[in-house]
Nanobody
Framework: QVQLVESGGGLVQAGGSLRLSCAVS????????MGWFRQAPGKEREFVAA????????YYADSAKGRFTISSDNAKNTVYLQMASLKPEDTAVYYC?????????????????WGQGTQVTVSS
């Protein structure tokens, strides 16, 4: 069973940076796509970024383009989300998610594995 554990969240001032990590365990052979999603209070969960496990393809939400970078380290079985130029509207619980296959996807229902989430709070 694939398990995902996020870390790296916290409180940061607007304009600051954070790096989220997603440790992946129980992954079997085959292709995977990993994604980051977020959910702010009172709002629906939204897609942030996705990457193929090989790192060959990435996909970003418009809100993340130019500020966030998703990457993977196969040796460490870890996926990262480097966030820069953070804004108060980036405040949310950030979730790591995984799905089988090679195609990056932005819909939450396409992911079958989910972490417990890590809180990111950006103060103005």
């Amino acid at each position: 069973q694939v398990q995902l554990v996020e870390s790296g969240g916290g409180l940061v001032q607007a304009g600051g940076s954070l790096r989220l990590s997603c440790a992946v365990s129980g992954r079997t052979s085959g292709s995977y796509v990993m994604g980051w999603f977020r959910q702010a209070p009172g709002k629906e969960r939204e897609f942030v970024a996705a990457i193929t496990w090989s790192g060959s393809s990435t996909y970003y939400a418009d809100s993340a383009k130019g500020r966030f970078t998703i990457s993977s380290d196969n040796a460490k079985n870890t996926v990262y989300l480097q966030m820069a130029s953070l804004k108060p509207e980036d405040t949310a619980v950030y979730y790591c998610a995984g799905r089988h296959g090679r195609n990056v996807a932005r819909a939450g229902y396409e992911y079958v594995y989910w972490g417990q989430g890590t809180q990111v709070t950006v103060s103005s």
